[in-house]
């Protein structure tokens, strides 16, 4: 697929005329954002929704200052898992009863890993990407020493396609949507009609790709998933990510991590552990309330996005970005690691950089912020729901100007931080 933005590459004017005629452009308001900022980096920790604001006033102020403990009933406090899960589902695809919002990601990936791998008593083998985000290799790792036996098998150290790692040992296989560091978007559908002919299941890791690109968990057939809400869910710092167990597993899938959450009975406090009924079972302790209260506003505005204008603006943001740095940066040292196939590329991009560290702290004093991720990658994520043509189009003309005048060598761009 080629997408075709060559009026775009001649001058920031015709980049104007794009963000007035974007349908996506009011969107930008429901979005608090600092003046003249560019916010990269929508893909590690999405901007906060003003109504969030609202929400936690009304969380903090009025639910936990004054109706104190009655809130779990008054407020909805007990249910939130449910009833976030529920806003969630049309946004990945899911039909209704079928996703949770509980904990973090890793852990998520620690109970849906562990069920799959429970469903397949009789095989011993799980199969993932060696570029990974590394929670889902520690986690898979984790899982293991559970069971006695168990192996990995890795796409690009040992075997160069899903096929290759397949076959009748393989219990589950574990991949992400968008790969974290270079953006390359994987074939789920395809890679899970794989699994199932191998007679495996399918876990996804959706932390990439969820609010940003088309998800169809029910229709791909996927198994399991998991995703976090605090990137292109805008659902703040830290905030809890959810998971999804297909229908025709809850009942016979088991959560490893069994807590009086996921209890058929949790007040009655009995002694021995019963799961209760569809996908509650998959949660295990009290849940941060504040934070599911900060995350609702996100993802009443995901779920009232269009997904497919949502996916048309994030593929011509990403190529608009690709084709100025290509035409501006071309003589110093950065090279595209993202998918130059826009089907096949998320929704950001990334351009290795032997000074990328530097070039990034550049960019981020002159109030554009993107990320690192070591040895070499400068990440750049574009969100379409406030981003604009002309913020694409100053953004490459800053990498352009820090390259030229090689502003990233300053002291002051050197300092490592513990968070890149
Ligand atoms: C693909 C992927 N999985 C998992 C995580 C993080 O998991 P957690 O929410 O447990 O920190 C990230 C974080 O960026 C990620 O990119």
Redesign the pocket.
């Known amino acids: 697929m080629t997408i075709n933005i060559s009026a775009l590459l001649e001058s920031r004017t015709a980049c104007e005329k794009e963000d007035a005629a974007d349908p996506l452009r009011n969107w930008r308001a429901a979005f608090h954002l600092p003046q003249g900022l560019i916010y990269l980096d929508g893909n590690?920790l999405g901007p906060m929704p003003k109504k969030a604001l609202e929400q936690l006033d009304q969380a903090v102020r009025h639910e936990w200052a004054e109706e104190l403990i009655t809130s779990w009933i008054k407020a909805g406090w007990w249910e939130l898992p449910e009833t976030l899960g529920e806003l969630i589902a049309p946004v990945v695809g899911a039909a209704s009863g079928q996703v949770i919002v509980s904990d973090?990601?890793?852990?998520n990936l620690f109970k849906t890993v562990h069920a799959a791998l429970g469903l397949r008593p009789e095989r011993t083998v799980i199969v993932s990407e060696a570029d990974?985000?590394p929670?889902?290799l520690y986690i898979q790792e984790g899982v293991s020493t559970t069971r006695k036996n168990i192996q990995r098998r890795l796409l690009g150290l040992d075997g160069n396609s899903l096929e290759e790692l397949l076959d009748d040992h393989v219990a589950v296989v574990s991949f992400?949507h968008v790969n974290?560091r270079t953006g390359e978007l994987f074939p789920i559908e395809e890679l899970v009609k794989k699994t199932h002919e191998a007679g495996a299941l399918f876990v996804l890791?959706t932390?990439?790709s969820a609010g940003v690109l088309p998800v169809e968990l029910d229709q791909w057939g996927v198994d399991f998933a998991v995703g976090?809400t605090y990137?292109y869910l805008n659902g703040g710092p830290g905030s809890p990510?959810f998971l999804y167990v297909a229908k025709r597993h809850q009942q016979a899938a088991v959560n490893p991590l069994s807590g009086w959450w996921g209890h058929a009975r949790p007040f009655a406090f009995e002694k021995d552990f019963q799961a209760a009924e569809g996908i509650r079972r998959f949660l295990t302790g009290s849940q941060p309330v504040l934070s599911l209260r900060g995350l609702q506003a996100g993802l009443e505005i995901a779920q009232a996005a269009d997904p497919q204008q949502v996916r048309k603006k994030s593929q011509r943001l990403t190529q608009l970005f690709i084709e100025l740095v290509e035409n501006r940066c071309g003589e110093f040292d950065v090279s595209l690691q993202s998918p130059t196939d826009p089907e096949k590329r998320g929704s950001q991009v990334a351009f290795l950089c032997l000074n990328g560290f530097s070039v990034i702290q550049a960019l981020i004093a002159r109030n554009i912020i993107a990320d690192f991720r070591a040895p070499g990658i400068m990440r750049f994520g574009f969100a379409p729901l406030y981003l604009r043509y002309t913020d694409v189009w100053d953004a490459a003309e800053a990498l352009a100007d820090v390259l030229k005048t090689e502003e990233w060598r300053e002291e002051r761009f050197q300092q490592k931080h513990e968070v890149t």
């Open positions: 590690s973090s990601t890793s852990l990974s985000f929670t889902d992400s974290y890791d932390c990439h976090c990137k990510a």
